[in-house]
């Protein structure tokens, strides 16, 4: 599959019929849910995501990002999804020319231009890493007492680790990471000290381990951005570069009742940023009432605002790459219950939280992964569903077919 051939998704309309209110599958590769709404995608730019050969492509302006990922470990990339994200920028220099001035090979390390990279190109950069002391570094990046995430590809043999340094903290290493021939996205968050004046990223190092045995590596795509996780690529030459954030939003007409939302995604940050929305439903413009599933900094927490607010909170927080499955369960009488699936295990469920239903939502708008007024997070989704009543999770998940 690739992202230049897929159909626009207004002319793909799904032909099976949904027993929910609301049903949007990932896999339909349309903006039509299968109950009949049409959604509306926006993106102010380009962004780059991966498709079922682990190949980069780039989507175009305000066009949806569909990428595959490997969850059983079998080189297959059999989960589908649409990713959406926050704005970002990375703040890497000529993040794929690692022979340009600005890096600085240490330890006897040489790079070479024109290796061959994960979107097709000749733009990755081979490293050689002779000693226990070599590595690629770039000084001057990011600001002191802020939290990032740095990202790249790398391929090759042996072992070694992502790093970073500052003069208050000092250096600072990534969990050894184990090189194999198909070029891989690693990522490593960390925060720079605070007050610290001489801040470098390293990202591929031996650091002085025998125990880190690479000797030729090749590099592509570094990213560093803030926050707590790696959010799509984002090239870069001699400034920064950014992504504007994306909103995905679909009619939704159904007044408050006994219900049952069931989101299905591979976790790539959402939980680790507090308010950052996984759905909403109303709440355009700060207005109430409206019910939402946001991050907390440590889970997931659902949210209904009637004026009073109740919250159903989860504080378990998902591994980054992981499947998820969240069910929130509305009674007729406003009780609301946040229940969490991780791999496919047994469920985890919040407390319960009591309002009163309302009579209506502040606006017939079900936003998926942020509006322009909340905190947009970064999740691959598989589904959203939304069924009447009060139901099981393999009820809801029994409705996918």
Known sequence: MSLRTLPPPAF???????????QWEAADL????????????????????????????????????????DLDGDGVREALGVLLERAATNVALQSQDLTSGSWYPGGAATVTAGAAAPDGTATATLVTLPNIGSGIERHGVGAAGTQYTMSAWLSGT?????????????PVSSPRIALTSTPTRYSFTFTFGAGSTDRRIVPVTRRNDPLNTATSVTVWGVQVEAGPGASG??????????????????PFAAPPQAMTWYARFIERGTSRIAQARLLQLG?????????????????????????????????????VGELVELRLTVSAAGATQLHMSRSGGAETSGVVGTAPIPAGWSAATLSIGGTAEMNVGLNLYQCVRIAPGVLTMDQMRGLGG
């Open 233 to 250: 690529y984002i090239p870069t030459l001699g400034a920064v570069a950014s992504r504007v954030a994306e909103q995905l939003s679909f």
């Open 283 to 319: 709440h355009t413009n700060g207005a109430y009432p409206s019910l939402d599933i946001h991050g907390t900094g440590a889970g997931y927490e659902s949210l209904l605002n009637v004026g009073d607010v109740t919250y159903s909170t989860i504080n378990t927080l998902p591994t």
């Open 158 to 170: 042996g072992t070694l680790v992502l790093g970073v340094y500052d003069n208050v903290t000092g």
């Open 12 to 22: 793909r309309t799904p032909l099976r019929r949904s027993r929910c209110l609301f």
């Open 30 to 69: 349309s903006l039509a849910a299968r109950t009949g709404q049409v959604g509306t995608f926006v993106r102010a730019g380009d962004a780059r995501a991966l498709d079922t050969s682990g190949r980069v492509r780039r989507a175009v302006h305000s066009q949806l990002r569909y990428e595959a990922v």
